[in-house]
DNA sequence: CTGTTAGCGCGTTCAA
DNA sequence: TTGAACGCGCTAACAG
């Protein structure tokens, strides 16, 4: 079947093809009567728009490119699920892809969204981007960078304010009466975002009139590796600490586990808050309380930024999102032992 | 800056753009000496192909649509994660949507595959779905359904043995030695798979040496209102029955939390079983013994079907993959009591 | 093996 | 408002 083009419309609507591409693309230039009878043809055969030839012409596609690393941590997906949400509302479609944290995949995907003419891009970062976000920029497609930003970071971001979340759970933990704390986060250098919690983290419990005992430990990023670091860090304590903070998703599925099969039980033996919410955090009994990161706003701010850069207008400041404490069952206060 | 076209790398490599064409598509009919001088030109020029333009002319996008009902079940973030990584290899975008389980939004989802001429689909459909459809295969565009297919579906599809996983739960709870269970479901006469499970847990149950009670309710499907509804039903039982069986995703995180708002352990007070795997049923203490669909094959086979289709060879076979039971924490041998 | 050229379907002119 | 012509960048087909 051969598929109808914009001319076949025209022809049968009797008016021209450029009358037509005007009632196509809903510009307020042509009669009603014209319009209606225009939409009507294109209901009598069946017209389906081709973007591709629309795109070609017009070098604008409607695709917005989401890069995330990854889409088993319940923060990305749900990120995904907004700008999925944001972009039918605007008639746009969102290519998909996952970096893996690995720095060739990612200059792949990039590659191809250059090549498909995406129009913008929501990317949250894996590694040291600006090299490779850089060749974007040459080709103009707007760039916003989410959560995950770098020191210096040159593009329009939206993030959560990470210090801000360390300090927080310092603070949590402080007021459930902890002064014996075990820090589990990661080491990478390359990731601003971890020592901004980090240093939040120890800022909150310094200079406190009690002294405070903070030990940190540092795991992969390999879930079942982490798992067993933690559980040789608890094994070498003594006795559990007061309180441990979990510095983010991946570090919770590790010391979760490693907790369990030391038998340190929560929050009998040991208070437990974590970073980053996720479904097994609120299904686990006790609940355990979280520092959250609202993915549905990051997303829709970066949604409206990049919206924004893709009509020629500034991206406006970078956004620095407030997370959230939700206390569940797992930080009780401590009762002050005699 | 202007972006370099083929005709410029043609020029700067002193071919012809047919010539430049074949090297970008890596045809093996350009001799080894063109190749390289096309290649460094290309380089030199900080060349990159315009896929949109390729498209219009060759009418093949290399852009696969994936459609699923939401991402936040991990079976189909799974799904996702896998098909990205085979569409990585292939040199494919994967164009991600959901159907939120909603008519309208999937049908202007499957308007926008048409009109950028989307070179294939994989959907995961969520209702009778066969007229929407219908209307692709009008265009031309191939489609394999996954997962969730109806009796009479007409299109190449890769699915689970729903009602083998029904028997297969079953079996399993009667091999513990459980003889009075309760099963959670939905009843939406629309998902035939939901009744494929339901089928085969009861033939499992059914004509046994001792006589099994089984007690059956219907769940919302929404989380939520499904707690309500599956504590309402735990609280009508007079003592927690041997063993319960939660027959989707969201009616294990309907009934879980019931349980535990009953006060009712696992696997003291009862035994619980799950269909399909999800991060939290490993992450609870006891783990969730479970019957898990595998996820990975179903997209790699959805995939290849879907690649064969592109090229015009047939689909073959419709694929029933086994699922497969995980025993964890929660389900182990009831005792016989005197 | 390489070169030439028409045209994929649409949007944008510009004169009428 | 209209209609015709051109071109977006590339590939297919064919000629050499």
Known sequence: MKKPTIVDIAKRASVSVGTASNVMNRRPVVSKALVE?????????????????????????????????NIENAFFSEVLQEIENLALDSEKSVMFMTTGEDEARTRRHLQAIISRRVDGLIIVPAFDYQPALAELERYGIPIVVADRISQKNPFPSVSVDHKAAGEMAGRHLLEIGARDVVYFGHSRPDYWILKQRKDGFSAALANQPEQVSVRSFSLSLDVFVGKEQALTALKALDKPPQAIFAASNLASK?????????????????????????????????????????????????????????????????????????????????????
Chains 1, 2 share one sequence.
């Open 37 to 69: 009878r225009v939409e009507a043809a294109a209901a009598e055969l069946g017209y389906n728009r081709n973007t591709l030839a629309a795109s070609l012409r017009s070098s604008r596609t409607g695709v917005i490119a989401l890069v995330v690393p």
């Open 254 to 338: 590790s010391v979760l586990p490693a907790l369990q099969a030391k038998g340190w039980s929560i929050p009998g033996d040991t208070r437990f808050l974590a970073m980053d919410d996720f479904e097994a955090l609120t299904m686990m009994q006790p609940g355990i309380s979280v520092i959250s990161q609202p993915s549905a706003q990051i997303a829709s701010q970066a949604w409206q930024k990049l919206m924004h850069l893709i009509d020629g207008e500034e991206a406006g400041e970078n956004a620095l999102l407030q997370p959230e404490l939700i206390v569940r069952g797992s930080t009780p206060v401590i009762a002050a032992s005699a």
